[in-house]
């Protein structure tokens, strides 16, 4: 239904003007007429319609009937509804509709969709008596369209209608929302007329423009005096001026409220709360409510006189005390209410706001629920129990009393109250109520049956006990209920239980206060009925509980259980590392119906993305290839496969695995399914890899430490015959210099034969004090050999350098490793850079740099000029057997041995590297500080001293054996020589006199020399040792050092060594 007309909401001349616009540019006519038949908007209409065809009666009908027919098909329009009337002109029409109603319609024509017969257009002229010329001119100036214009334009015309209808739709809302606006003013004056409170609508200068009958009543003015004038004349406080400054600040803030008092018509003064609201409509007005206060001023004075002697009384108190007025909403609160909360007195405004805001909130609706009761008279006090939040932000529990205080009406206007601070006393309750639910909850829904006891003491210490408490699991289990027992003995409800020896035990522990585990059999007809388990102590009331099970079934069923457990256990261990697949039995591809944890282990496939998957997914092309033979092997009971083959991953990754695949019957013989089992045996393939680079390292090993072994042998004999050769040739003569030469030339063999030991990690670790310059230099000529002649290796020693401690050996194997790694990293031409120098490092270096460690340290880098590495490598190069090489080209072990090198010795390595700019790895080792170093200076070694002690020399090397007896003896020795194990305790047993020395060879046949030892030290107790080897000490080194008190000689060994070793033993 239409409240209103189109007219009335959009705008005629805007839209009269756009069609204008757009006839100019289209030659399109147009008209907006609504339901009514009112032409509202109107372009170009023809000539040949409104000059003739509705002029004329008989052609008018026609038209009329065009008419009639777009307005019986107007809302089939989509988006119009169009009709070619009898003499071919189209017309279209479009509704318009604003809010869901139909307003009117937009008429697009007159127009040809195509050139007009003119001929026919003149035989009308004759028939309906039209002047010819003046009727084929009108013909000639309707606009002839395509299709494709009448398409593009409607188009158009479809968003100029939406426009209209929003257009309309807008300003509808806008009449409606003023009606509302209109009506809500009516409404609210209404309101104000009828309001207690008094009312003023003000401009800006203080003009009253409205007033309402309760001021009337409160100032004794009628309405039109009251119009007639302005706020200061009503105004007793303040000034004209005054006046006007406050509304200025009305103006500025948008309100205020405040305080004052106004003058009656009779001359008296009464209080007045004022609340103004400025509003800017019409130049800016103030809204103003007043209310009469005298009544509250003149109670709040009367209160006042007593407040203060109840304050006084109230600081001292630790309650709280608030007094609320009802009318003014205005409360206020003692320091002690304050107090209670955490606040100082001015920390917290008198204002109702800091109840709300303090009081826990469902507290707050509740308070208000029975304070509206209280002033319903529904109930006398109000007298409630709630929380306000403390300062630090906890809870308080608050008690509050209060009194409703009522005006002669007997109207609720003022509230006085305490608060009292019940925390504690909460708490203390809480606890309790806590305890006792938890302790009532957890007892009735144990498990296990429990119940509680009084002793009943006559005398004999406890003789019977009355149940107190049965718990729900109790009365389930003894089929009774809870009145049913309660206050009974235990005799009267079970009279046989005194022979199960559980009262005895009852009685133990009420005497004694231990608690007691009692399992018992009962019986029932004297028959075995059940196996109970009873937990008995006393609580501190001096009760007894019991807690009890009935665990007759667990006992019937435990060994079974322990059997199938462990079976279970077993199968379940197993199939950690075993596959289970079970396969549809179809052909020619099976689908997977079962996938065991152990092959979601393997695989990395959950079960639920596998079943029902075709097994292929985890096959090679060449294994999917085999299914069918294998479909038939299995079919025909045999194994369809059992072998090494290649399986897949989650991801495509392949792995190594043994594979077997067999058949599954059902009880009529057919195979319905198969059962695939798979072990990865990658891990296996890669250790027997590396087992096999670790035998030929061995190999190599044992084949360089043996041969170092005779050669070190043949050089002590050399060494030693070509000293004591010395002894005779004189300096002078040519023999000496040639015998000086063969024993320089022993010498630097021996050199490269500790080194070929270190290399086949053969040689005893002594660590010792080192210059570690010294150390590098002895070892850089093998090092040329070892990288070849391509690298250019440069040598930086530091200029000062502190002492380590290590076996040079272990020095040796660190370069030899870092150089040979160095050496692959270099393609062709490169350089290797080898450095020495001293570093120190505090706390804090080391918190921000992982991996350093505090102290001073000796710097050994070695750097190349190589390919790099990436961030991959760099974090797994310690790791035994990682390598980058191709497989038989490197060992993996090279770098984990210097690792382990390094950190044996208490250092650390760091590694810089990128790819494409070469490695430098930079070792620190601990610098070495030895006292005795430092204050004496070393020993050197003499080959002139001896001694007169006896000593039992035993070597496998009869030319060893000789020349050490021929050394020991010249420097006056007593020497007894054994080729053999066997030979020297036969020798010792024999000797008659004493021994003051065994030097030994470690490996020799029958016995090692450490064993030897023990067996000679038996009989010979405080003999000294002195252990020889050109091999290993394996078996006098404990961890990679020898064990204290242990003297070892390494061969080949010069007098000078030999005596001074020997005269240290038997001097220490």
């Not at 001021?215 to 302005?230: A, F, V």
């Not at 932000?393 to 009406?409: A, E, F, N, P, Q």
Request: proline content about 3%; charged content about 25%.
């Amino acid at each position: 239904m239409m409240k209103y007309r189109l007219q009335e909401l959009i705008d005629i001349e805007h839209f009269q003007n756009l069609q204008d616009r757009l006839n100019k540019i289209y030659s399109f006519p147009s008209a907006i007429i609504d339901n009514d038949g009112n032409i509202l908007t109107a372009t170009a209409w023809q000539d040949i319609c409104t000059k003739f065809h509705r002029i004329n009666k008989d052609t008018e009908k026609m038209c009329i009937k065009s008419d009639q027919y777009i307005l019986d098909h107007i809302h089939e329009a989509t988006p119009a509804v169009s009709y070619r009337c009898p003499h071919g002109l189209i017309d279209n029409a479009t509704p318009i509709v604003i809010d869901g109603i139909h307003y009117g319609n937009f008429f697009t024509g007159q127009f040809f969709l195509e050139k007009p017969d003119l001929d026919y257009f003149r035989t009308q002229a004759m028939k309906y008596g039209f002047d010819e010329q003046e009727y084929m001119e009108a013909v000639k100036k309707v606009p002839v369209w395509t299709m494709e214009q009448l398409e593009n334009y409607l188009f158009f015309i479809k968003g100029l209608i939406t426009v209209i209808s929003e257009s309309g739709l807008k300003k509808l809302k806008e009449i409606e929302h003023r009606k509302q606006i209109e009506e809500t003013g009516r409404k609210y004056s209404s309101i104000l007329k009828a309001a207690m409170d008094g009312y003023w609508l003000t401009d800006t200068k203080g003009n009253l423009l409205e007033v309402n009958d309760a001021y009337c009543r409160m100032s004794g003015y009628t309405e039109d005096e009251l119009l007639k004038m302005t706020i200061s004349e009503l105004e007793f406080i303040e000034s004209s001026e005054m006046v006007a400054g406050h509304m200025q600040q009305v103006v500025m803030n948008g309100f205020d409220r405040f305080e004052t008092k106004h003058r009656r018509k009779d001359g008296t003064v009464f209080d007045v709360e004022v609340s103004i609201q400025f509003r800017s409509e019409d130049g800016g007005q103030a809204v103003t409510f007043l209310r009469d206060i005298s009544d509250r001023k003149r109670a709040e004075k009367a209160l006042k006189d007593s407040e203060e002697r109840y304050n006084l009384a109230m600081d001292a108190s630790r309650d709280g005390v608030y007094d609320w007025d009802l009318e003014t909403r205005k409360i206020y609160y003692s320091p002690g209410w304050k107090r209670m909360l955490g606040y100082k007195p001015d920390e917290l405004p008198d204002d109702f706001s800091v109840w709300e805001m303090l009081t826990r909130p469902e507290d707050g609706a509740k308070s208000w629920q029975m304070l509206n009761q209280v002033i319903e008279g529904k109930r006398e006090r109000f007298d409630m129990e709630f929380q306000m939040r403390h300062k630090k932000g906890h809870w308080v529990h608050i008690l509050s009393r209060s009194r409703i205080y009522k005006d002669t009406h007997g109207k609720p206007v003022r509230v006085v109250g305490t608060h009292v601070d019940i925390s504690e006393q909460k708490k203390i309750e809480m606890d309790r109520e806590k305890s006792q639910a938890l302790f009532k909850g957890l007892y009735d829904n144990m498990t296990s049956g429990s119940a509680i006891y009084n002793v009943i003491n006559d005398g004999q210490n406890g003789t019977d006990y009355i149940v107190v408490e049965f718990n729900k699991k109790s009365l389930e289990m003894e089929g009774k209920q809870r009145h049913e027992v309660v206050g009974k003995t235990l005799l009267d409800l079970r009279p046989t239980i005194d022979n199960y020896g559980l009262i005895p035990v009852m009685r133990q522990v009420w005497k004694t206060g231990m608690p007691a585990f009692f399992p018992v059999k009962m019986y029932k007809d004297e028959v075995f009925s059940s196996y109970y388990e009873n937990y008995i102590f006393k609580i501190p009331s001096g009760e007894i509980v019991t807690i009890y099970n009935d665990v007759t079934h667990e006992k019937n069923q435990e060994k079974s259980l322990i059997d199938k457990t462990e079976k279970l256990q077993a199968i379940f261990q197993a199939a950690q590392n075993i596959s289970f697949i079970i396969t549809e039995a179809r052909y020619p591809e099976p689908l997977i119906l079962e996938f065991s944890p152990g092959a979601e282990n393997i695989f990395g496939y959950k079960k639920e993305e596998v079943l029902g998957k075709p097994v292929s997914i985890l096959h090679t092309p060449d294994d999917v290839a085999k299914f069918p033979e294998m479909h038939k092997k299995m079919s025909d009971g045999k194994v369809g496969f059992a072998g090494e083959t290649t399986l897949f991953r989650k991801g495509g990754e392949p792995f190594t695995a043994m594979f077997s695949a067999y058949p599954l019957f059902d009880q009529n013989g057919k195979m319905y399914s198969a059962l695939g089992v798979s072990i990865d045996i990658d891990e296996k393939k890669k250790l027997e890899n590396q087992l096999s680079q670790i035998q030929k390292i061995e190999s190599v090993g044992r084949l360089a430490g043996g041969i170092a072994h005779d050669f070190n042998n043949m050089l002590s004999v050399i060494l030693g015959h070509t000293e004591l050769a010395l002894l005779h040739a004189d300096e002078t003569q040519d023999l000496h210099i040639e015998l000086k030469e063969i024993q320089k030339a022993a010498k630097r063999s021996a050199d490269i034969t500790k080194q070929l030991l270190a290399f086949a990690r053969k040689q005893t670790i002594a660590p010792r004090q080192l210059d570690l310059n010294d150390t590098v230099e002895s070892m850089l000529n093998i090092l040329r050999r070892l990288i070849g002649e391509d690298i250019d290796l440069e040598w930086r020693p530091a200029s000062q350098i502190w002492s380590v401690k290590m076996d040079p050996s272990q020095i040796d194997q660190i370069l030899a490793n870092l150089c040979i790694n160095a050496r692959d990293a270099i393609d062709g031409v490169g350089k290797l850079t080898i450095e020495t120098g001293i570093k120190s490092f505090d706390e804090e270096y080391c918190s921000d740099h992982v991996g350093f460690t505090s102290g001073d340290f000796v710097l050994l880098a070695v750097g190349d000029n190589g390919c790099g590495m990436d961030k991959y490598t760099q974090d797994n190069i310690f790791e035994p057997f990682f390598t980058t090489k191709d497989v038989g080209k490197g060992t993996g072990l090279g770098l984990a041995t210097v690792y382990g090198i390094v950190k044996q010795n208490n250092g650390f390595i760091n590694v810089y590297s990128e790819p494409g700019s070469g490695s430098v790895f930079k070792i620190y080792l601990p610098r070495f500080i030895s006292v005795d170093d430092i204050t004496t200076p070393e020993p050197q070694k003499n080959a002139e001293i001896g001694g007169t002690e006896t000593i039992l020399v035993v070597e496998d090397e009869p030319s060893i054996l000789k020349m050490t007896r021929t050394m020991l003896e010249r420097k006056g020795y007593s020497v007894i020589t054994a080729a053999s194990p066997g030979e020297a305790l036969e020798k010792a047993q024999k000797h008659s006199g004493k021994i003051d020395l065994l030097m030994t060879d470690v490996i020799m046949p029958e016995m090692n020399g450490r064993f030897l030892a023990e067996k000679i030290s038996a009989t010979y107790p405080g003999i000294r040792l002195l252990f020889m080897s050109g091999y290993t000490a394996s078996v006098i080194a404990h961890h990679g050092v020898l064990e204290d008190g242990v003297s070892f000689i390494q061969k080949p060994f010069s007098m000078a060594d030999l005596m001074t070793s020997v005269r240290e033993v038997l001097d220490s």
